[in-house]
């Protein structure tokens, strides 16, 4: 199984700044599927990222996804206040499918 | 623009089954580009990945279960379903279902979306 690290665990920060958020794998994902997800308190989680850096439908310029292997990245590039919520990567190259445990995007 | 919907018991007892359906609307069941997904979230947890189908009742599950885990789908009702047998505590979650990206050479779903809006569940006596 692989596991995924996010990192940090917490990240406070004021709009308008730009906000990097870290997703490790434990082994190398295959061709880079891996997707990110924006999850707002008492919502379900949100896709907004797959393929490691292909945006979904509707998804704003502001947020970009790099990385290959065993580490990503998801920024945002000026935060706005409807993004401050909890981030989540996941995994789709190897089964079982896997999520990180998230991070937290706090307004500072 | 597709919706899910789950249902099914709020609570359910330590050793019985915990049963919930999915129904799909505003898009087919059947389509040949999406598989259906079941994942669930315990509280102040991330998402864990339970399973798969195909609308052909193809299946794929995730080992960490050990065999407890039964999906299904109804295409003629649009709808497909879970079932987790012998619940313990540890079972206590938000359960969603989501529809998963079929994406060419790769078996089971890629990534999800969109989800349901999720139905929790607790296991208790």
């Known amino acids: 199984e692989i596991v995924l690290t996010q990192s940090p665990g917490t990240l406070s920060l004021s709009p308008g700044e730009r906000a990097i958020l870290s997703c490790r794998a434990s082994q190398s994902v295959r061709s880079s599927y891996l997707a990110w997800y924006q999850q707002k308190p008492g919502q379900a989680p949100r896709l907004l990222i797959y393929d490691a850096s292909s945006r979904a439908t509707g998804i704003p310029d502001r947020f970009s996804g790099s990385g290959s292997g065993t580490d990503f990245t998801l920024t945002i590039s000026r935060l706005e206040p409807e993004d401050f919520a909890v981030y989540y990567c996941q995994q789709y190259g190897r089964s079982p499918r896997t999520f990180g445990q998230g991070t937290t995007v706090e307004i500072k | 623009q597709l919706q899910l919907q789950e249902s099914g018991p709020g609570l359910v007892k330590p050793s019985e089954t915990l049963s919930l359906t999915c129904a799909v609307s505003?898009?087919?069941?059947?389509?040949?580009?999406?598989?259906w997904a079941w994942i669930r979230q315990p509280p102040g947890k991330g998402p864990e990945w339970i399973g798969t189908?195909?609308?052909?009742?193809?299946?794929y599950y995730n080992p960490s279960l050990r065999g407890r885990v039964t999906m299904s789908v109804d295409t003629s009702k649009s709808h497909f379903s879970l079932n987790l047998r012998s619940v313990t505590a540890a079972d206590t979650a938000r359960y969603y279902c989501?529809?998963?990206?079929?994406?060419?050479?790769?078996?089971?779903?890629?990534?999800?979306?969109?989800w349901g809006q999720g139905t929790l569940v607790t296991v208790s006596s």
């Open positions: 505003g898009g087919s069941i059947s389509s040949i580009n999406y598989y």
């Open positions: 989501a529809r998963g990206a079929k994406v060419e050479w790769l078996v089971s779903s890629a990534w999800f979306d969109p």
């Open positions: 189908i195909y609308y052909t009742g193809n299946t």
